[in-house]
């Protein structure tokens, strides 16, 4: 686990954090679209994640939800720092988008570092700095870019955190994503089939440009 650690996270803390977090973190291990944290539980600990990448999304009061944004290697969740900071509940859900390795920091070890270590501080705020950069892209998508283009946005961005161009996922689970009907998915993705985007086969999507 600590060259996991080294590897992800060596060129961004000193030895002696490194070595604190390797000493303190609670190492897990999640299946793919295992839930990681639910809409409103209570946050006692940070994510670092290690290996794969996670989904981050949004449910309404009917449990409808939207994905936000996705976390890979490397990353941490900024919504989870907040809900530390602020002792609130979760407001997001995060699902294992792929099988994940993840280190599970104690919140208190947040603030204490923030003081201790200025890489720490310099990583909590620049987590937040992307994470609200892609909470802006999250709104842009919805608010400016068709329902095609949300999609196949969408089908790119799944690739891309899967490091695989073909991705499995039903007409329905991507139906959810994106909070519309699957009726609606099933009908833009033979469009973008026609226009060479994409290939569809059963449960199986490939993108042809990434």
Request: net charge neutral.
């Amino acid at each position: 686990m600590i060259k996991e650690l080294r590897l992800n996270y060596g060129y961004l803390f000193e030895e002696e954090l490194i070595n604190e977090i390797h000493s303190i973190g609670i190492y897990k291990e999640f299946k793919s679209q295992t839930t990681i944290i639910n809409t409103n539980s209570s946050i006692i600990s940070i994510p670092l994640l290690l290996e794969g990448a996670i989904k981050i999304l949004r449910e309404d009061v009917n449990g409808d939800e939207l994905v936000l944004y996705y976390l890979e290697k490397g990353d941490t969740c900024a919504v989870t720092l907040s809900c530390c900071v602020g002792q609130t509940k979760s407001k997001i859900r995060a699902v294992a988008e792929t099988d994940i390795k993840l280190l599970m920091i104690p919140k208190e070890k947040m603030s204490e570092w923030l003081s201790k270590y200025k890489t720490w501080q310099e990583f909590i705020l620049q987590s937040y700095h992307n994470r609200l950069q892609e909470f802006v892209e999250a709104v842009d998508t919805i608010a400016f870019l068709n329902m095609d283009q949300r999609l196949f946005k969408y089908l790119r961005d799944k690739a891309l955190v899967n490091h695989n161009d073909s991705i499995n996922v039903t007409h329905q689970e991507i139906a959810n994503d994106l909070h519309t009907s699957r009726v609606v998915v099933s009908r833009l993705l033979k469009s973008l089939e026609r226009q060479g985007k994409i290939k569809l086969q059963r449960n199986l999507v490939k993108i042809l440009e990434i």
